[in-house]
C-alpha cells in the first residue's frame, strides 16, 4: 500500500488545532475519496491507521488509495462497475475500499463467514465483475469455495489481498504495477465526477430471516450521518479507536473506520476478536474508544487478567444490540470508567435513526435506544397505519435524508419498502413520554400463545435482568395446547451457574404468565453472525430436533 504498505511508524503530529469535532469537519468532503484527500490536507503525516506493524498516516493512505484505484482502472474498472470486497478487517480493507470508491465504482463487502454457495448468489446478484479477496483467511480457500458451488461463475477477476501480518501478495504486486501505466489524473477525474448522491457501496441485509438483499448505500448520506454519530461518540483527532466490529457492516465500516478518518483518529483494525489480544491492544496502544455487541464487553469486564491490563485510557463505548444487559451497562461504565451509548438502525437507514446521549443514565442505555438522530421522523403506526399512542407498540417507519437509494435490482422490494417516503421497518417497539425508543421485537419474530402475542425480546430483557445471566435469546416454538410456546436459551454470566428452574421463577415475577418461557436451556453460547445477531432460525431448527427426538 502507499506504492507499497510502508512498514516504517508515521510520526503523531496531532496539535492543538487538530482536536476539532466532525461537525467542524463534515463539509470539508462530500464523498468517500474526497475525504481520504482532505483528511491527508488536513492531516497530514499523523497516524490514520495501525495495523500490527503497518502503520498509515492520512498522507499514506491517500497515496495508497490512488495507487489502488490506478491499478482497478487499469484492470478495467469502470464508474458504476460492482467490486466485492471478501477479507477481514485490516488497513488493506480500507485502503481496497476508498480505492474502489475512487475508481467510481461501487463496493460490495462480503461477510467473511459466508459459504462459497452464499458468496456466489450475492456476486451474481450484484452483477459483480471484480474481487479483491483475502483468499485463505483462517485456512478458508474462498475462490475454490466459489468455483465448488459454481463452476461457471467465471466472470470475475480476482486479485488476492495481503492476509492479515502480511503486505503483500504477487496478485496485489501486480495490481499496483499494473496501475503505473494509468495517469494519476484519470483517477482524480473519477473522483471528481463521482457525487454525494451516487451509490457508494451496495451491503446486502444478514439474511437471517429470508434471502438478502443487497441495499444501495450513498456517499454523502454516509458521511453527513455519520460525522453526527462521531460527535456524539466523542470522536476527535487523534483519538485512537479499535475496532473489532466487522468491516462489511455498517457498525465496523461506517461507524468504525469511515468515521475514524472523517475525525482524524486513529483506527486500529482487529482481524479476528480475541479478548487477550483486544487487552493488551487497550494497553499498548492507549485506546480511547470501543464498540462491540454486548459479548465483547462481558469477555472484556470477565477477563481473568483484566486488572492486570492498564485501561485507563478507555473513554467511550458503543454497545450495539437490541437487548443490552442493565448490569452490563453499569459494569461498563463503573469498572472501565467509560461513556456508553446504545443505538437502533437498519442498514437501509444507513443503520441511522436513534441514538442515546453521553449524559443518558445507565438504566436508559440498557432498556431504549435513544432519541431519533437530527433530521430523523420516527412512527409506530397499528396495522391499519395509524399512529398509535406513546407506550402502545406498532410497527416502526422512518423518515430521514440518511434511507438507501433501494434495493438492488428489485424496484418491487423498494416500492414495498419505502411507501410515501416511510422505510417500513418491520421492528416492533414504542415510545416513551420522554421519547425514547424501546424496541420490542422484530415484527416477524413474534409469537402466539393462546391467542396473546408475545415479543421474544421483551421477555429477553426481563430474563437479562437476573444477575446469573449473560446473555438470553427467546424463540416461539409449536405447541399442542396454545399453539406457540416460548423457548429461551440462557448462557451464563462468566464464573456464575444457572437453573432452569431459577430462570423460570425469576421470569414469573417480572412478566405476564403467557410471556413466561415453557422451555428454558442453559448453553454454552448462543450461534451469532458476525455481527453479533443472534441466528435464531438456528434455534428453532435446534428446538424442532429436540421436539423431534422426543417423541
Not at 503483500?168 to 483517477?187: I, N
Not at 485506546?287 to 469477555?299: D, Q, S, V, W
Request: glycine share 8%; charged share 25%.
Amino acid at each position: 500500500m502507499a506504492d507499497r504498505a510502508p512498514q516504517r511508524p508515521a510520526a503523531d503530529t496531532r496539535t492543538a488545532a487538530d482536536t476539532r469535532t466532525a461537525a467542524d469537519t463534515r463539509t470539508a468532503a462530500d464523498t468517500i475519496p474526497r475525504m481520504v484527500r482532505a483528511g491527508a490536507q488536513r492531516h497530514g503525516s499523523a497516524l490514520a491507521i495501525v495495523d500490527g506493524d503497518i502503520r498509515l498516516s492520512f498522507v499514506d493512505l491517500e497515496r495508497a488509495m490512488t495507487a489502488v484505484a490506478r491499478g482497478l482502472v487499469a484492470r478495467g474498472v469502470h464508474p458504476g462497475d460492482r467490486v466485492a470486497l471478501w477479507a477481514p478487517n485490516s488497513a488493506v480493507w480500507v485502503v481496497a475500499a476508498t480505492a474502489v470508491h475512487a475508481a467510481g465504482a461501487w463496493l460490495v463487502p462480503l461477510n467473511t463467514r459466508l459459504k462459497g454457495a452464499e458468496a456466489a448468489s450475492i456476486l451474481l446478484a450484484a452483477g459483480v465483475r471484480t474481487l479483491l479477496v483475502a483468499d485463505g483467511f483462517l485456512g478458508t480457500r474462498y475462490l475454490d469455495a466459489l468455483h465448488a458451488a459454481d463452476p461457471d461463475l467465471q466472470v470475475l477477476d480476482a486479485v488476492a489481498l495481503p492476509l492479515p501480518g502480511e503486505s503483500s501478495t504477487p496478485s496485489w504486486d501486480a495490481l499496483l504495477e499494473h496501475g503505473e501505466t494509468v495517469a494519476v489524473d484519470v483517477v482524480d477525474d473519477r473522483i471528481r465526477a463521482v457525487g454525494p448522491d451516487d451509490v457508494s457501496d451496495v451491503l446486502f441485509t444478514s439474511g437471517t430471516t429470508g434471502a438478502p438483499k443487497g441495499v444501495m448505500l450513498r456517499h454523502g448520506a454516509s458521511l453527513e450521518g455519520y460525522a453526527v454519530f462521531a460527535e456524539r461518540f466523542g470522536l476527535q483527532a487523534g483519538d485512537r479507536y479499535v475496532i473489532p466490529t466487522p468491516f462489511f457492516h455498517c457498525f465496523g465500516y461506517k461507524a468504525g473506520w469511515m468515521a475514524s478518518l472523517m475525525t482524524g483518529a486513529v483506527a486500529l483494525p482487529m482481524a479476528v476478536f480475541d479478548a487477550d489480544e483486544l487487552l493488551a491492544t487497550i494497553e499498548r496502544e492507549r485506546i480511547t474508544h470501543l464498540p462491540g455487541p454486548p459479548t465483547i464487553f462481558g469477555a472484556v469486564l470477565d477477563h481473568p487478567d483484566r486488572s492486570g491490563h492498564d485501561l485507563s485510557s478507555l473513554r467511550h463505548a458503543m454497545i450495539g444490540a437490541t437487548v443490552i444487559p442493565a448490569a452490563l451497562v453499569d459494569r461498563v461504565r463503573t469498572e472501565l470508567g467509560v461513556t456508553t451509548l446504545s443505538a437502533y438502525g437498519l442498514t437501509e437507514s444507513h443503520a441511522l435513526a436513534t441514538l442515546t446521549a453521553p449524559e443518558d443514565p445507565a438504566e436508559v442505555v440498557a432498556t431504549t435506544a435513544g432519541r431519533p438522530l437530527p433530521g430523523v421522523e420516527l412512527r409506530a403506526v397499528d396495522d391499519a397505519g395509524l399512529d398509535v399512542v406513546p407506550g402502545d407498540d406498532g410497527e416502526l417507519l422512518i423518515r430521514s435524508p440518511w434511507l438507501m437509494s433501494g434495493y438492488l435490482g428489485d424496484e418491487e422490494a423498494t416500492r414495498a419498502a419505502i411507501v410515501d417516503g416511510w422505510l417500513r421497518t418491520g421492528d416492533v417497539g414504542h415510545f416513551d413520554r420522554d421519547g425514547y425508543l424501546h424496541i420490542t421485537d422484530r415484527k416477524k419474530d413474534l409469537y402466539i400463545m393462546g391467542g396473546f402475542n408475545v415479543a421474544p425480546a421483551e421477555v429477553e430483557r426481563a430474563l437479562a435482568r437476573m444477575p446469573e445471566v449473560g446473555q438470553v435469546a427467546v424463540i416461539g416454538v409449536p405447541d399442542e395446547r396454545f399453539g406457540e410456546v416460548g423457548a429461551a436459551f440462557v448462557v451464563p454470566r462468566e464464573g456464575a451457574s444457572v437453573r432452569a428452574e431459577a430462570v423460570l421463577a425469576f421470569a414469573r415475577e417480572r412478566v405476564a404468565n403467557f410471556k413466561v418461557p415453557r422451555h428454558v436451556e442453559v448453553v454454552d453460547e448462543l450461534p451469532l453472525n458476525a455481527t453479533g445477531k443472534v441466528l435464531k432460525d438456528v434455534l428453532r431448527a435446534r428446538a424442532a430436533e429436540q421436539a423431534r427426538a422426543a417423541r
